[in-house]
């Protein structure tokens, strides 16, 4: 049974940084897709960023290209989150598909995590 957990949510300043981690307990991620969504109060969730199982390219929403980075090692997945504006406040959630392309569709994942919180300031 996959039970992703997230790490590294918490509150920052416009215009910094945070880093994201989601792990399964340190159990290998290798064969699953891992797609990063996040939720605004009041919001419907949304696609943030995902990366298939095997060597792909990485896949963004619009509104985090060119200051969210996904990357993975064999056990875990990181989002690295530069630049953050207050629109990018609200619960991140990690999501694994295993031998999945890396979809933004939240529906090809089977399993999820929690969420962490991140809050950005002004």
């Known amino acids: 049974q996959v039970q992703l957990a997230e790490s590294g949510g918490g509150l920052v300043q416009d215009g910094g940084s945070l880093r994201l981690s989601c792990a399964d307990s340190?159990?290998?991620?290798?064969?699953?897709?891992v797609g990063w969504f996040r939720q605004a109060a009041g919001k419907e969730r949304e696609f943030v960023a995902a990366?298939?199982?095997?060597?792909?390219i990485p896949y963004y929403s619009d509104s985090v290209k060119g200051r969210f980075t996904i990357s993975r090692s064999d056990t875990r997945v990181y989002l690295q989150m530069n630049n953050l504006q207050r629109e990018d406040t609200a619960v991140y959630f990690c999501?694994?598909?295993?031998?999945?392309?890396?979809?933004?569709?939240?529906?090809?994942?089977?399993?999820w995590g929690q969420g962490t919180q991140v809050t950005v300031s002004s």
């Open positions: 999501a694994a598909d295993q031998y999945g392309v890396g979809s933004p569709d939240s529906r090809q994942y089977e399993y």
């Open positions: 990366a298939s199982w095997s060597v792909g």
């Open positions: 340190g159990r290998p991620l290798s064969t699953y897709a």
